[in-house]
């Protein structure tokens, strides 16, 4: 199979074409609800935030005609699969349809079949803007820690769908970097895939594994205006899978670097969040930084390829990518021996 055939097909698609228009009738006609929609941005889906007369705030999705039904379902049954283990996480809320139904299927005239769901709007500062400090990054990962044992136990037939965001299939990327144009990057970039598949890839089978949500991401976590400590928010489940438990703590603590201090301070503290309520275990903490970096890689490498594919979305698909070439040059000022030393002792403070 050659690359381009391999890559997730979702990621090669272009979002579903919809007016903000049509989304209000969607959601008055499934839903019941009389909202004024407008679009906000997003890798695969079509997303729209709704907004009724009386303030009640809702996302409405429709999915990628691309992605495998069976894989929305997963995602909605991991929303209400939390909500049922700690209704206290500060998750989406899955809104039924008129009928009752987690999920609506939309069928329009010329085009494929797509799943539509609403979700409740959850309120908040984005990561991305808001002030950072350690408190915040212990509290985002023990925010976390608490969303994976909630997840715990969770199994469905679409969990174990292939992504090209999964760390376990980083390898699949390397085709990939050819997109970066800047030698000496891409060069950076080959090092740690070569150090990941020499050192956590042959481990990674054995480590307790789950479903995770995959890409807390800053723009994927929410934060009290007047309190950005204290976290309001976890959303966008999209890219949710079956993976090793500790591929979710290093796919959130790869975003949280600090541009001052020890390359791995601003991981450190997220990883002793997670540790002080989720204990990691020795061979987990051993391939940590591993990951995060593999994590930069990713990014770096699969933004870079699709912003090639969609110039028009450019800005929105590379958004991360500075940060992770940021990091991905700090963490390169570290040998393994002394990134496991630092990652041990944040566990041990925790």
Not at 6 to 27: F, G, Y
Not at 48 to 77: C, G, I, M
Not at 288 to 307: E, G, K, P, Q
Not at 324 to 329: D, F, I, K, P
Request: with cysteine; proline share 6%.
């Amino acid at each position: 199979m050659t690359l381009q055939q391999d890559i997730n097909v979702s990621l090669a698609t272009a979002v579903p074409d919809l007016s903000a228009q049509e989304a209000e009738q969607i959601a008055a006609d499934l839903y019941g609800l009389d909202a004024v929609a407008s679009e906000l941005k997003g890798e695969r889906d079509r997303n729209f935030h709704l907004r009724t007369q009386d303030e009640r705030h809702y996302v409405l999705k429709v999915s990628n005609p691309a992605e495998d039904v069976q894989v929305t379902h997963f995602q909605t049954q991991a929303l209400l699969h939390v909500e049922d283990r700690d209704g206290t996480l500060p998750v989406p809320r899955v809104i039924r349809t008129r009928e009752g139904r987690a999920e609506a299927l939309l069928a329009r005239s010329g085009a494929e079949p797509r799943i539509v769901r609403i979700l409740t709007y959850l309120q908040g500062e984005p990561l991305h803007r808001a002030p950072h400090s350690s408190a915040q990054r212990r509290n985002l990962g023990a925010c976390l820690a608490r969303l994976d044992l909630a997840l715990q136990g969770f199994t469905h037939p679409g969990s174990g769908h292939e992504l090209m965001w999964d760390l376990q299939h980083a390898s699949r990327a390397r085709g990939l970097l050819v997109h970066i144009a800047d030698e000496a990057r891409r060069a950076l970039a080959t090092r740690f895939l070569d150090a990941f598949e020499s050192h956590a890839l042959p481990l990674m089978p054995g480590l307790r594994a789950q479903i995770i949500h995959n890409d807390l991401n800053p723009h994927n976590v929410l934060v009290f205006p007047d309190a950005p400590d204290e976290i309001s928010g976890i959303i966008d489940f999209g890219d949710a899978v079956h993976a090793p438990l500790v591929c979710d703590l290093a796919v959130a603590a790869a975003y949280q670097m600090t541009e001052v201090g020890h390359p791995l301070e601003g991981p450190g503290h997220m990883v002793s969040g997670f540790h002080a309520v989720l204990p990691l275990e020795p061979e987990e903490i051993d391939i940590l930084f591993d990951l995060i970096a593999t994590r930069m890689v990713l990014t770096v490498a699969i933004s870079n390829w699709r912003a090639s594919r969609y110039p028009e979305n450019r800005d929105y698909i590379l958004r991360n990518a500075p940060r992770a070439w940021a990091g991905l040059e700090s963490l390169a000022q570290l040998s393994r021996d002394e990134a496991q030393t630092y990652l041990r002792q944040a566990c041990q403070g925790a």
